[in-house]
């Protein structure tokens, strides 16, 4: 089995000048793979992992970026949201939706001096 990210050559010289940040590309990332295995292309996210070339333990993080809020999600993915994977894993911290946004906004808030 092997998966493969296509990326269309017209699109390159744009990546190249403004490449995608990192919780965006892991983000996408993410829903490409659980599409994978939901459509049966790929029998588990370990074996996505493992064809990637990625650890059973990162492909869990990859994969638990998908447990955030769908406006959080789609704030990362339009580049609204600039935010690190450890600033995400303490949101995912919070189950609730409403609740990693209220995490989210402490995180981003600045603390005072």
Do not use: F
């Amino acid at each position: 089995m092997s998966l493969r990210v296509a990326i269309p050559t017209d699109d390159i010289a744009a990546s190249t000048a403004a490449a995608p940040l990192r919780a965006a590309r892991l983000l996408a990332l993410a829903h490409y793979v659980d599409r994978a295995v939901r459509s049966g292309t790929c029998p588990s996210y370990s074996a996505a992992g493992k064809a990637l070339g990625i650890s059973q333990p990162h492909m869990a993080h990859i994969v638990k970026l998908l447990d955030l809020s769908p406006q959080i999600q789609a704030a990362i993915l339009t580049g609204a949201l600039v935010v690190t994977e450890s600033q995400l894993r303490r949101v995912l911290n919070h189950p609730a939706w409403a609740d990693q946004e209220v995490c989210l906004g402490r995180i981003r808030r600045p603390k005072p001096s």
